[in-house]
Nanobody, 119 residues
Framework: QVQLVESGGGLVQAGGSLRLSCAAS????????MGWYRQAPGKQRELVAV???????KYSDSVKGRFTISRDIGKNTVYLQMNSLKPEDTAVYYC?????????????WGQGTQVTVSS
């Protein structure tokens, strides 16, 4: 069992920046996938960015070049640096980790943090 807690969301004007953090309650293997998803009202949840097996990074086309995902292994924390924010980035952002560990597969989600971008 792994608890994920997101933080760093808030209200920001278009063009501004926010840094989201996702803290895990315990160690996560480098083989784990860790990523960020978001869901806007009335829309499906979508992938924003993910670190696959600790070394492969993928971004949604809509955020590529503006957002950066990173992970601090020692702190069991994944970050999402969001720059040049746009109103369409407004959503609840969720942290996720999934993969295959020593005890089998797992899939955990945080409760989300609200990001609102005003114009």
């Amino acid at each position: 069992q792994v608890q994920l807690v997101e933080s760093g969301g808030g209200l920001v004007q278009a063009g501004g920046s926010l840094r989201l953090s996702c803290a895990a309650s315990r160690s996560i293997s480098n083989l784990n996938n860790m990523g960020w998803y978001r869901q806007a009202p009335g829309k499906q949840r979508e992938l924003v960015a993910v670190i696959i097996s600790g070394n492969i990074i993928k971004y949604s086309d809509s955020v590529k070049g503006r957002f950066t995902i990173s992970r601090d292994i020692g702190k069991n924390t994944v970050y999402l640096q969001m720059n040049s924010l746009k109103p369409e980035d407004t959503a609840v952002y969720y942290c996720n980790t999934r993969g295959l560990g020593v005890r089998g597969s797992y899939d955990y989600w945080g409760q989300g943090t609200q990001v609102t971008v005003s114009s």
